[in-house]
């Protein structure tokens, strides 16, 4: 199969509906179509189908591109930016479907029918009383002038239904599914212009696709059973289909359709559950495509280098929440202090934690990034892995505070003695804390455990932290004896 389309430059589009946020499923879509694109120097359109008036969400429109730019995934033409095909958005273009359902009817490929809801229903009824397929019956191809225009007449507004073609095998060489014939007589005679003057999805899109120069359909897979239907009014129109691809299904781990059952769906709830964008890019790459059944890690140039559409598989693919955060890990690892701490700084000013002042200091914050770095999986635990860096008083328990073998005692005079230690001490490196800090232990006459343990509570009031000199390090020697002296108050009660 020629998938260069006869080395045409490359357009794709992602052509979503604005019903509502976008889904995971659909921004997979977005992404196979942008890395095509990108990986061919061809043009990457976005192209708004806001046709389905009772389902439209006014701000859909805002979070799709939100989700676009929050990935990095741009567009050459499209809302915001425009283009030379334009408009973008459907309900701007109905002139277009108009005149072209005007010529199907002149040259008797479609016509008006006035059919009530009531009779379709009862019809469906008879239908599958007689257990045959269900779809409209073609009643009104013989409709008359006359009737139309007295339905016209009394205010009512006909639509327009494509007629489809009959006794045909209607073939398509799938980039993903390879052949897929259908039996033309499955497919009834749907509508192309509904009453209230919009197009739907079919006409507007195979018009669209058509005058935007698309060549590549890259598509959901559930889409695939209107592919028929587009061919049909490509060729009706006159007009030769792009190449399509139908993207394998997004499953959850008990392989049904991926749904709200699952978890979040909404691309930019992983935004906010802190996932990076790299990672989700790296991860919805791997939704039905793979470099070779091995590599997990590509990030967004290594994926704009090898991807391809002979490697997108037909089988669903599954949404594994476990490999995204393992990947969220890897690329939170791969991210320098300071970039690290822009990505917590920004999270921060989206969903501002309790207990941590903002705006944040970034150059305390950039010193505490790399301790936390290790062990973080999102965004979202750096509020609680770094809240302690933050608070003024701890609030010190003295049951933590001591520690097996040790009494109130040993404990308060263990923690005189650090005081002192941090008191007469400069500002220290994290191995020079080590150093004294373990002198210090010896003199005491205490284990590794008790003593580090004690110090770790009183410092940080807590039992999991980083590792404790290096905190210590970036607190500072005043956060410090500030710590220790809280603890020492605790004691006494
Ligand atoms: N507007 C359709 C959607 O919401 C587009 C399907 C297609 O790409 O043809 O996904």
């Avoid at 225009?149 to 327009?160: H, K």
């Avoid at 373990?438 to 999991?464: G, M, P, Y």
């Amino acid at each position: 199969m020629n998938i260069n389309n006869n080395n045409k430059r490359v357009r794709v589009r992602y052509a979503p509906s604005p019903t509502g946020l976008p889904h995971v499923g659909n921004v997979r879509t977005a992404l196979f179509n942008w890395l095509f694109a990108r990986r061919t120097n061809g043009a990457f359109i976005v192209r708004v189908e806001d046709t389905d008036q009772n389902r439209l969400v006014r701000e859909a429109v805002a979070g799709i591109l939100e989700g676009l730019r929050w990935l990095d995934l741009d567009w050459d033409e499209g809302p915001e930016v425009g283009g030379p095909y334009g408009p973008y958005m459907q309900s701007e273009r109905l002139d277009i479907y108009h005149e072209a359902a005007a010529d199907l009817i002149r040259r008797g490929h479609a016509y008006y029918c006035i059919c009530s809801p009531e009779r379709l229903k009862e019809l469906r009824k008879q239908q599958s009383r007689e257990k045959k397929n269900p779809g409209y019956d073609g009643k009104c191809q013989t409709l008359s002038e006359r009737e139309l225009q007295e339905y016209r007449d009394g205010g009512n507004t006909p639509v327009v239904r494509f007629k489809m073609v009959r006794d045909e095998t209607i073939s398509v060489d799938d980039i993903v599914r390879g052949r897929v014939d259908w039996n033309s007589n499955l497919t009834d005679d749907f509508v192309i212009i509904k009453s209230d003057g919009f197009p739907t999805y079919h006409l507007a899109n195979v018009l669209d696709d058509h005058l935007m120069e698309i060549t590549h359909v890259l598509r959901a897979e559930e889409w695939l059973s209107s592919t028929p239907r587009h061919i049909a009014l490509y060729g009706a129109l006159g007009l030769k289909p792009p190449q399509f691809g139908h993207l394998p299904m997004i499953l959850g781990p008990d392989r049904s359709k991926l749904s709200k059952r699952h978890g979040s769906t909404a691309l930019l709830e992983y935004r906010d559950m802190g996932y990076l964008p790299e990672s989700m890019v790296n991860f919805m790459a791997l939704l039905g495509w793979s470099l070779d059944d091995r590599t997990e890690i590509l990030d967004r140039s290594a994926l704009v280098e090898s991807f391809s559409l002979e490697r997108v598989v037909k089988s669903g693919a599954i949404f594994n929440i476990d490999k995204l955060e393992w990947m969220n890990g890897i690329y939170i690892r791969s991210l320098s202090p300071e970039a690290l701490a822009g990505r917590i700084r920004d999270y921060w000013q989206l969903s501002p934690p309790t207990g941590i002042p903002q705006p944040v200091d970034m150059a305390y914050l950039c010193r505490i990034a790399p301790l936390i770095q290790p062990r973080l999986k999102t965004l979202v635990d750096a509020a609680e892995r770094t809240e302690f860096f933050f608070k003024v008083g701890l609030d010190h328990v003295p049951k933590d505070l001591i520690q097996k073998g040790m009494d109130a005692e040993s404990t308060r005079a263990a923690l005189e003695e650090s005081l002192a230690l941090m008191g007469i001490s400069d500002e220290l490196g994290a191995d020079r804390l080590e150093e004294a800090f373990e002198d210090l232990r010896l003199k005491l006459e205490l284990s590794r455990r008790q003593f580090f343990s004690l110090l770790r509570v009183a410092i940080t009031a807590s039992r999991v932290s980083p590792p404790l000199f290096e905190t210590m390090e970036v607190l500072g020697r005043d956060r410090c004896v500030d710590r220790i002296t809280g603890a020492i108050g605790a004691l006494r009660g």
